[in-house]
T-cell receptor, first 112, second 111 residues
């Protein structure tokens, strides 16, 4: 089976812009979770989607949003970017949450 | 957010040495996972543990699910340079039944 894929791998944006990241889960996996990883904060849970519904949410502001499509692919959107949003954004899929998760390679976002 | 206590934070060892790291929690967990992350990549699942007392190996890696269900250990035998990376534990359970990650152990192996 193909693994979790994320696009793009690298992104540079400026403050105030918005960004959309994409994740394709492992075939057959219906749960997709998003994480933000920074050196200071480690892996922080953003949210989890299952069957196009957000079921779990972490403690992030409303600027961070997501959605899931009927084929389980997911997108994450960050609006009004801030310098502190610079991070590695990881997507993980599993048959269901919180079962064993498999991560994608991540999208490295740099906000200038 | 909530995180597991993982130790040590970092390890600098010589090639061929054995390595031990552990993760502890104040809550009971039902599943323990160990991941390895290399620079610029996402975490890769190494070992999954689902039962208290379970001991599972994956090549030179061995992990155990603590009998109290509040801790887990990962051992790497005869380390090699490609073992370099950050090792994360993760647990499912606690009050929220969410997947919680440890703070990571940075492993450096000198040839």
């Amino acid at each position: 089976k193909a693994g979790v894929t994320q696009t793009p791998r690298y992104l540079i944006k400026t403050r105030g812009q918005q960004v959309t990241l994409s994740c394709s889960p492992i075939s057959g996996h219906r749960s997709v979770s998003w994480y933000q990883q920074t050196p200071g904060q480690g892996l922080q849970f953003l949210f989890e989607y299952f069957s196009e519904t957000q079921r779990n949410k972490g403690n992030f502001p409303g600027r961070f949003s997501g959605r899931q499509f009927s084929n389980s692919r997911s997108e994450m959107n960050v609006s009004t970017l801030e310098l502190g949003d610079s991070a590695l954004y990881l997507c993980a899929s599993s048959p269901d949450y919180p079962e064993t998760q498999y991560f994608g390679p991540g999208t490295r976002l740099l906000v200038l | 957010g909530q995180q597991l206590n993982q130790s040590p934070q970092s390890m600098f060892i010589q090639e061929g040495e054995d390595v031990s790291m552990n993760c502890t929690s104040s809550s009971i967990f039902n599943t323990w996972l160990w991941y390895k992350q290399e620079p610029g990549e996402g975490p890769v699942l190494l070992i999954a543990l689902y039962k208290a007392g379970e001991l599972t190996s994956n090549g030179r890696l061995t992990a155990q699910f603590g009998i109290t269900r509040k801790d887990s250990f990962l051992n790497i035998s005869a380390s090699i340079p490609s073992d370099v990376g950050i090792y994360f534990c993760a647990g499912v359970g606690g009050a929220t039944n969410k997947l919680i990650f440890g703070t990571g152990t940075l492993l450096a192996v000198q040839p």
